[in-house]
């Protein structure tokens, strides 16, 4: 649900959109959008809007939007500043950068942003300008990329099944993924395919919304999943349950698979993931049995140290038991990189534009090691959009170290003056949607979005392309690439696409197989053109060759959990917001009114904390003090911060991710946020 963000301008006052219609007033002298809502017509969404962008107008024209430039003038991080005009944040901006490009080289200066603003232009435009500068760069890495590294291991590509062809499946299993929070216009479909009698099972270690509507709810110690996963594939090789002639056509290394889970019994299982026997028993007796059987999966299980081992061991649940073949049975995850296949992302990003020179490349999640620690050329300027790093990544506290140098020069381009926006030396007002064109693609569904604006941007806020064009004027650079309008850059991003069409109607729908099976002939993109139980790629990289559990270093078993025996997850929480972009708007936080600790009875006895009691989390990085909500919504050992809050909303200033482990995962380059070990004392 979170690229369901499309306007069209209205020819009249009320007119189609895309995901949604936005009522304008134009009899004054500025148009004003007045309401809006869900387009009916759309193919996905069906009218219906995600939660948070419900109030979306008050967004738009929140008094707290930034509106001007703004250049600070008080401490880092107490956010005081002063308007200037676009020209004086330009001429400062240029004049900064050229002087570190002399005294240290273009690798000193260093973009930071995500998906705040998920489209084309947004997140591939800007690339331009870095590519000239010669800047480090950004591995954007701290949701989505670990779960594609784990299921390419094992089927060769990222693309998996889309999630629309659950309404086919007979067994849905949902597996670290709370769909009615995160992806409420599946859920429907879900429902359609239970009423002809699917069975929906879901496994993760909080019992969320979405646990609370399965069939069955399966709640592991989190991070275990690979052993629970392993048996299961024990039960159905031991069982004869697995589709013998499908494995045999279109798999690698199954008597190596066989010989290996051996060893992992679902008692064995059992005592790692916290999972009765009888039921491993029981889950794999229902997958070997039901077909169509679908697992649908998204990002929250790979922050773990093992979470690119999580999806590349899960993805080769439905090779046992034959799913592909089957409309309604595979694996389902983003379908993100379907939308992928049809940009060009060359002529989106124009990496010519680097010549010879060969880019620094640094993950996102290790953003406090980057500001602090020796690099050569140390980071000496940083300029982000679309992300809230004080928020976002892990180990916030470290970052804050860093954001506070004098030396450092930070430049952010936004809506509100976030909690990194505090840091900034200078600010830039950015458009929000209904404000700027571009081109949508989605997570959740095949569709792309045409997104035009419903009104001129508020006040002097350019968007995420047109910021990048007047930096480049400002720095002298010439190159006509730099300065290509809107338009023309989406038209040479989409070479296949109609972009009229796409303009008129609204939305456009990528390639995907017409029966719905995007495997039915058995044949995958991987070396050797099966499934790959083992993976020779992987052992190139000094990883197992079979999916493997390898506990993490921060977890209940080693040395530090004498200290922090409690470990903590940091999910999404609310639906009316899910991200760090929503949750100071008034009214976002539904019933909630600030961030708070979950833990279990048990927990809170053993440590004479009572329900409502402000307590204190803490570890080696940080100490966070939050009230405690008891709830059986977490097994003994277990605690939940939500995340997203910003600093203003916690009493001491401090957010989830001040407490929260930066460790990179095996590979695919996530972070291991969940694997962070804590202790909790009243205060």
């Not at 239970?194 to 929906?200: E, I, N, P």
């Not at 919504?633 to 277990?638: I, K, S, W």
Request: proline share 7%; charged share 20%.
């Amino acid at each position: 649900g979170r690229r369901r963000l499309s306007a069209q301008y209205p020819a009249s006052s009320d007119a189609p959109a895309t995901h949604w219609h936005v009522t304008v007033d134009r009899s004054g002298p500025v148009p004003v959008a007045l309401q809006m809502r869900g387009n009916p017509d759309h193919p996905y969404s069906k009218g219906e809007l995600c939660p948070k962008v419900n109030k979306f107008l008050d967004r738009v024209y929140s008094d707290e939007r930034v509106l001007h430039p703004l250049r600070r003038v008080g401490p880092k991080g107490e956010g005081r500043f002063e308007q200037i005009s676009w020209d004086e944040a330009l001429a400062e901006i240029a004049s900064r950068f050229h002087e570190i490009i002399e005294r240290d080289g273009a690798e000193a200066i260093m973009p930071y942003s995500d998906a705040g603003n998920q489209s084309l232009l947004a997140m591939g435009f800007p690339e331009r300008f870095w590519n000239r500068l010669g800047a480090t760069r950004v591995q954007r890495s701290i949701c989505g990329p670990t779960v594609g590294a784990g299921v390419k291991m094992t089927i060769g590509t990222t693309k998996c099944l889309d999630p629309q062809e659950i309404r086919h499946s007979k067994l849905i299993i949902l597996w670290g993924t709370n769909t009615k929070l995160t992806n409420r216009h599946l859920w429907p479909t879900i429902e359609q395919a239970r009423a002809d009698g699917a069975k929906v099972v879901v496994l993760d270690p909080i019992r969320t919304t979405t646990a609370e509507a399965a069939d069955w709810f399966i709640q592991p110690l989190p991070g275990t999943d690979i052993a629970l996963m392993l048996a299961v594939m024990h039960v159905l090789i031991r069982d004869g349950l697995t589709d013998k002639q499908w494995v045999a056509d279109h798999t690698l290394g199954f008597d190596e698979l066989a010989l290996h889970v051996d060893e992992w019994t679902p008692e064995r299982a059992a005592a790692t993931c916290g999972v009765a026997a009888a039921d491993i028993e029981r889950l794999a007796e229902m997958y070997g049995t039901i077909r169509p059987a679908v697992i649908r999966t998204l990002i929250g299980a790979e922050h773990h140290e093992n979470g690119a081992m999580f999806f590349r061991t899960l993805a080769c649940l439905p090779a046992l038991v034959g799913a592909w073949q089957d409309r309604g049975g595979g694996l389902a995850r983003s379908v993100g990189v379907w939308s992928g296949s049809v940009v060009d992302g060359s002529a989106l990003e124009r990496p010519d534009l680097l010549g010879d020179r060969q880019p620094r490349w640094v993950n996102m999640s290790r953003l406090g090691e980057i500001l602090t620690e020796t690099a050569n050329p140390p980071i000496r300027a940083m300029m982000v959009w679309g992300c809230n790093p004080m928020v976002i990544a892990p180990n916030t506290e470290k970052i804050r170290v860093g954001m506070l140098r004098d030396d450092l020069f930070t430049v952010v381009h936004e809506q509100f003056v976030t909690d990194t926006a505090r840091y900034a030396d200078i600010v830039l007002p950015a458009t929000t949607q209904i404000e700027a064109v571009d081109v949508v693609p989605s997570w959740g569904h095949l569709w792309l979005g045409w997104n035009e604006p419903a009104i001129e941007p508020c006040g002097q806020s350019v968007s995420n392309s047109e910021v990048f064009r007047r930096l480049a004027h400002a720095m002298g650079y010439t190159e006509p690439e730099l300065f290509d309008d809107d338009i023309t850059a989406i038209r040479d991003s989409l070479p296949g696409i109609d972009v009229d069409e796409l303009r008129r109607v609204g939305w456009h729908r990528v390639p995907y197989p017409d029966d719905g099976r995007p495997y039915g002939d058995g044949v995958f993109p991987t070396a050797s053109g099966r499934v790959e139980f083992v993976s020779e790629a992987l052992v190139a990289m000094g990883q197992p060759a079979l999916p493997t559990f390898v506990p993490p270093g921060e977890g209940p078993g080693s040395l530090l959990a004498e200290r922090y025996p409690l470990q903590l997850m940091t999910p999404k929480h609310h639906t009316r917001f899910l991200n760090g972009s929503y949750s100071h708007l008034p009214g976002h936080g539904g019933r909630e009114s600030g961030p708070f600790l979950e833990l279990c009875a048990t927990d809170a006895a053993s440590r004479g904390i009572v329900d409502g009691q402000s307590v204190r989390v803490f570890n080696d990085r940080a100490s966070v003090e939050v009230p405690a909500r008891i709830s059986d919504r977490v097994r003994p050992g277990l605690v939940s911060i939500p995340w997203g809050w910003w600093s203003r909303h916690h009493p001491d200033g401090m957010v989830a991710n001040s407490l929260t482990n930066d460790t990179l995962t095996e590979w695919g380059g996530g972070a291991a946020f969940y694997d962070t070990l804590v202790e909790v004392s009243a205060r």
